[in-house]
């Protein structure tokens, strides 16, 4: 059972609102990632991060912003919400060892709708 | 940049093996992965591959690799109801972050 939490679960806000995503590990990962998930399937990277202080921008230009002040927590910060942003977030941490393959473990995933 | 390519949808009877196809384009990759993501949740990962194996099996699950013609494909025996979800192929290149195909939708049918 992965110990990865994204809250909330659910979010309907209005257009211009500032919003936090939040996501939680327990398991000391120094890797975690924020993918956009499309209604069609298709999972794009929007930011990651390798440890305390280390944020990177991945593959999908995104207007959201991330931090990583603590090993556990990375959460994901909208500064205005637009109905573009409309989509299901999904947080994932990992701990990639030598000579194995990096799992991820992925949270439930936060549906945002944005009127 | 690199990119993983699978087909959107199979559908297969109970009971019957399921084989889902990946191709990549990364020639350097180092580990090849599946991973499986049911409706309202997150991905969970099923098995993975070293770039240097040829074939692994976990169970109902095989795994075959082609790197020459960087072909990946993921067989489920005797295929059942639960088995229905999306099926992720992901590619990765030494540390850097996982990439993913679009994932394909396996529907079996009672």
């Known amino acids: 059972e992965a110990d990865i939490y994204q809250t909330p679960r659910y979010l309907v806000i209005g257009t211009g609102k500032k919003i936090t995503l939040e996501c939680s590990q327990t398991?000391?990962?120094?890797?975690m990632y924020w993918y956009q998930q499309d209604p069609g399937m298709e999972l794009h990277l929007i930011h990651y991060?390798?440890?305390?202080?280390?944020?990177e921008k991945g593959d999908l230009s995104s207007e959201s912003t991330v931090s990583r002040i603590r090993t556990e927590h990375f959460p994901l910060t909208l500064e205005s919400a637009r109905p573009s942003h409309t989509s299901q977030y999904l947080c994932?941490?990992?701990?990639?060892?030598?000579?194995?393959?990096?799992?991820?473990?992925f949270g439930p995933g936060t549906r945002l709708t944005v009127l | 940049g690199e990119d993983v390519e699978q087909s959107l949808f199979l559908s297969v009877r109970e009971g019957d093996s399921s084989v889902i196809n990946c191709t990549y384009t990364?020639?350097?990759?180092?580990?090849l992965y599946w991973y499986k993501q049911e409706p309202g949740a997150g991905l969970q990962l099923l098995t993975y591959?070293?770039?240097?194996?040829d074939m692994k099996q976990d169970q109902r699950l095989t795994v075959l690799l082609n790197k020459k013609d960087k072909h990946l494909s993921l067989r489920i025996a005797d295929t059942q109801t639960g088995d229905s979800a999306i099926y992720f192929c992901?590619?990765?290149?030494?540390?850097?972050?996982?990439?993913f195909g679009k994932g394909t939708r396996l529907s079996v049918i009672a």
């Open positions: 994932a941490s990992s701990d990639q060892g030598t000579g194995r393959g990096e799992t991820q473990y």
């Open positions: 398991m000391g990962h120094d890797k």
């Open positions: 992901a590619e990765q290149n030494g540390n850097t972050p996982l990439v």
């Open positions: 990364d020639s350097s990759s180092t580990y």
């Open positions: 991060s390798y440890g305390v202080n280390s944020t």
């Open positions: 591959i070293f770039s240097n194996m």
